[in-house]
């Protein structure tokens, strides 16, 4: 069902400044809320697969605990090496309590 959004968490889950690794259809996703922000990237780090949920978050930037590549969590691209390619964004959406994502296309 592309382009609907997925319920993947409450907000009470994800503290502020604080990480929630989840999975829709298969796929591996990042929630993480910066600042009251919710934002949603893919939770594999595109340099050998380490899951960026149980690295660091500092600011926007989400550090893999495997190697230390980074991720700019607004836009999945990353922001130091090893890993060269952009993981997955996810668009999110806030329905009270809830928090829900859909894949951006």
């Known amino acids: 069902m592309s382009g609907d959004f997925v319920k993947v968490a409450e907000s009470?889950?994800?503290?502020?400044?604080?990480?929630?690794?989840?999975?829709?259809?298969?796929?591996?996703?990042?929630?993480?809320?910066?600042e009251g922000n919710y934002y949603a990237i893919g939770n594999v780090c595109t340099h050998v697969g380490g899951p960026l949920d149980e690295g660091t978050l500092e600011g926007f930037e989400v550090e893999c605990p495997w190697h230390g590549s980074k991720?700019?969590?607004r836009t999945?691209?990353?922001?130091?090496p090893p890993a060269t390619?952009?993981?997955?964004?996810?668009?999110?959406?806030?329905?009270?309590?809830?928090?829900?994502?859909?894949?951006q296309q």
């Open 85 to 103: 390619t952009a993981v997955s964004k996810y668009e999110v959406k806030i329905d009270g309590n809830n928090i829900l994502v859909r894949k």
């Open 12 to 34: 009470r889950e994800i503290g502020m400044s604080s990480m929630k690794g989840v999975e829709v259809d298969g796929e591996k996703i990042c929630v993480i809320n910066t």
């Open 76 to 80: 999945g691209e990353p922001t130091k």
């Open 71 to 73: 991720f700019d969590i």
